[in-house]
Each structure stands twice: as structure tokens, then as C-alpha cells.
């Protein structure tokens, strides 16, 4: 038998550039590989453990619903999804109380597209540029970065990207066959950048005055990442539609998406998912709502966020262009490639993300404390040649 790495080389179809190390143990905001060697984890399983690794009541809540019911179809009712269904109707910005439970973040993006064309009887579908929802074909389409999108000949049609956080573009870009206005409210993948909130609410102002859906991407910054509870707290959004995934299940593979009362009617057999809503997911996703909300999470975030992305300004590091983001969502732009900085940081025992090829992307779990955040800024700082700065 070949060593895991040799073994996952040969069987897997070669589609990710994978990095050198074999995890295999987390707990909170710690992360092991095969040979015992400790890392701080600021990547989260790309925004997915908020909660942290190995919680201990997912953990149990995993156990407990494993042994109840792992899977019953939406064509029966259940107790851990009608739980579920609840708190997300209670935890999501006003009157996105109906919820498609799905998988992913991709497949939550589909179902949205495929609601607001079938709501509108309309085609279109405008997305930002730098945007990112994922490489299912829809999703794809709406995707912006080039690279990701001319390797597939035949995408859906009607798909166009306007630049992002400009209203005048989006304006212009919007007709009578327009069904949806797809947007995140902080972009992820395209280098973490925050949108003004005159240009989040403009948006929401131009769709509801064209009778256009409005689609926020939550599935990077949900579930407390930005120091919200969704990144549209931040801005009084209360969009038509709200994806979401990543976080949302403390790593089991979930997504969903919420729509309000102006998407509609909603036919029959529209939609579906074997596994969506399944209970597994739904028990722990509750739980993972009950964490974030009784350890006050989002707030953490937002004073862990700030704490973070000043250390990151007081390295004063010549390579650095911009520190931005929302909460623990930070990305830092370099002048040069992020690559080399990746694997110096691995070397030093931190794990990061890059968001594009020159932004090092932070995304740890919401749970790291400040002696954390401080080890983190010391490596930085030594990966860019610069004096650490201790924060007090
Ligand atoms: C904003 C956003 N939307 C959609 C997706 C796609 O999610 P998934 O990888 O679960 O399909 C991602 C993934 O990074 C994302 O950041």
C-alpha cells in the first residue's frame, strides 16, 4: 500500500493543486498532520469551521441523531428539520422565512437561479465581476474569474458580470428580461472585498423598483464570519433571496437557501434533493446555531476581526498594498505572489488561503483567541521579513 498522498494522486481526478501535508486530527482552532506537527488553522476547511474542530456537542448531536434517523426524504415530515427550518427563518434578515434545504454552497446557487427565472419567467441573471458561487453550470455561469468559466464551451446563456460596487454599472446592466441581481456582500474568492453599503442597498432599491430578485451569496460570509449573523445584517439588507452553506453545519456538507414572499408561486415539484433536509444535518445544524449564538460568536468575530486586520496594518510589511475584509474574514493584498507566503506560513505551522493570486485570505475559525491571533501576526511578519508587532 502506498502512502496516502501516493494513493490520493492515483485514485483522485487530479482537479486540485493539493498542498504537501496529510491532515488527520482538529480540535478548535488546531489542526494536525500525519506526523504530529501542530498548525494554527486560519483557513477553517476553506470558512467552514466557524465553530471550531471537533466540537464536543456536534460531536454529540452527530452521535445521538446518527443513532435516531440519518435520512428521511422531504416527502415525509421531520422533527429535526421543522427545528431546523425554524431557527433559520428566525436567524436570517426579515421575511426570508421559506427554505430549500440542499447541500452545498453550488447547489444552493443553482436552486436560487432556477427559483428567480421560474418566479420571474425571466432569463437574466447579472453577477459582479470577481464574483465567486461555485463550478456547477449555473453556478459556474454567474462565476466571473475567466480561468474557471472558458474551460466548459457551453454554459447557460444569459448570464452577464458588471464591476462590483458600482451602482451606475448595475443599473445600466438591468432590462425587462433581468430575473436576478446576484451579489456577495463581501467577495470571497475574488480577494475579499467588502461592497459599500450605498451600493448593497442601491442594489436592493433599482431590484425592487424593476421587480428584479435580488440574490445575496451568503455561503462564505454566513453564519457569523463578517461579526453579523449574516452579512446582510450589517447593511439592513433584506434581499429576495439568501444562499448560505459553508458554516452552516460545522463541516457536514450543507447548504440552503431562504426566499421571501416575492418569489413565487411556487409550484409544485419544482425542486428537489434526496439528501436536503436530511436529519443528520439538520440536528447538527441547529446545534451549530445554538453554539454561535450562545457563545456570542458573530460579536467575537467582529472584535477578533478588528484585533486581527490592526496587527496585520502594524506590521507596516513594504509588500503589503491593503489589509481589508468584515470580522474574520481578512484578506491582505501583497504587491507580489502569495504562494511562496503560503508555504512559509505552513513551514511556520499556520495554515491560511489565498483569495486570487497576490491576496492572502484569513478565515479562521470564529473561536481563536487573542494569543492565537498574536502567534499568527509573529509568523506573518516573519514570512514578510518584517518585525512582529506585539499587540497589547
Ligand atoms: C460566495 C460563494 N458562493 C458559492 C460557493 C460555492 O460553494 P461550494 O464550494 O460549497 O459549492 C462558494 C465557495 O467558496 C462561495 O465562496
Redesign the pocket.
Known amino acids: 500500500m502506498g502512502s496516502v498522498q501516493d494513493i490520493e494522486d492515483r485514485y483522485s481526478t487530479g482537479v486540485y493543486a493539493k498542498r504537501g501535508v496529510t491532515i488527520v486530527r482538529g480540535k478548535d482552532c488546531r489542526l494536525w498532520d500525519a506526523d504530529g506537527t501542530e498548525y494554527i488553522d486560519c483557513a477553517s476547511g476553506?470558512?467552514v469551521a466557524s465553530i471550531g474542530h471537533a466540537h464536543p456537542r456536534v460531536a454529540e448531536t452527530l452521535a445521538q441523531q446518527a443513532e435516531t434517523l440519518i435520512t428521511c426524504p422531504e416527502l415525509f415530515y421531520n422533527d429535526r428539520r421543522a427545528a431546523l427550518l425554524e431557527k433559520l427563518a428566525d436567524v436570517t434578515p426579515s421575511g426570508l422565512d421559506r427554505i430549500f434545504l440542499c447541500n452545498?454552497?453550488?447547489?444552493?446557487?443553482e436552486g436560487a437561479l432556477k427559483f428567480a427565472r421560474a418566479s420571474t419567467g425571466r432569463n437574466g441573471v447579472v453577477a459582479a465581476t470577481r464574483?465567486?458561487?461555485?463550478?456547477?453550470l449555473g453556478?459556474l455561469a454567474a462565476?466571473w474569474d475567466p480561468k474557471h468559466r472558458e474551460v466548459v464551451r457551453l454554459l447557460p446563456e444569459g448570464y452577464r458580470h458588471v464591476p462590483y460596487d458600482k451602482l451606475a454599472a448595475l443599473e445600466e446592466a438591468l432590462d425587462d428580461d433581468t430575473a436576478a441581481v446576484l451579489l456577495?456582500v463581501v467577495?470571497?474568492?475574488g480577494g475579499v472585498r467588502p461592497a459599500s453599503a450605498e451600493y448593497l442597498q442601491g442594489a436592493q432599491a433599482l431590484c425592487r423598483h424593476l421587480g428584479v430578485l435580488l440574490i445575496i451569496?451568503?455561503?462564505?460570509?454566513g453564519f457569523g464570519r463578517t461579526g453579523r449573523f449574516f452579512g446582510c445584517d450589517h447593511y439592513g439588507l433584506e434581499p429576495d433571496i439568501l444562499?448560505m452553506?459553508?458554516a452552516m453545519a460545522g463541516g457536514l456538507?450543507m447548504?440552503a437557501f431562504a426566499i421571501s414572499d416575492r418569489v413565487g408561486p411556487i409550484a409544485r415539484g419544482l425542486h428537489s434533493s434526496t439528501f436536503g433536509g436530511n436529519p443528520l444535518a439538520c440536528a447538527v445544524s441547529a446545534s451549530v446555531i445554538d453554539i454561535l449564538q450562545e457563545q456570542k460568536l458573530p460579536q467575537r468575530a467582529a472584535e477578533m476581526g478588528r484585533y486581527f486586520a490592526d496587527g496585520l496594518h502594524a506590521l507596516g510589511a513594504p509588500q503589503v498594498r491593503d489589509v481589508r475584509g468584515l470580522g474574520l474574514m481578512i484578506g491582505v493584498e501583497l504587491k507580489e505572489k502569495v504562494a511562496p507566503h503560503l508555504r512559509g506560513l505552513m513551514e511556520r505551522g499556520v495554515l491560511a488561503l489565498a483569495a486570487g493570486a497576490t491576496v492572502l485570505r484569513f478565515l479562521p475559525p470564529l473561536t481563536i483567541s487573542r494569543d492565537e491571533v498574536d502567534t499568527v501576526l509573529a509568523h506573518v511578519a516573519g514570512v514578510l521579513g518584517v518585525e512582529g508587532v506585539r499587540q497589547s
Open positions: 476553506m470558512g452545498s454552497g453550488a447547489e444552493a446557487i464574483g465567486y458561487h461555485g463550478r456547477t453556478a462565476t456577495e467577495q470571497g474568492e451569496d451568503e455561503v462564505q460570509t444562499t452553506a459553508k456538507p447548504g
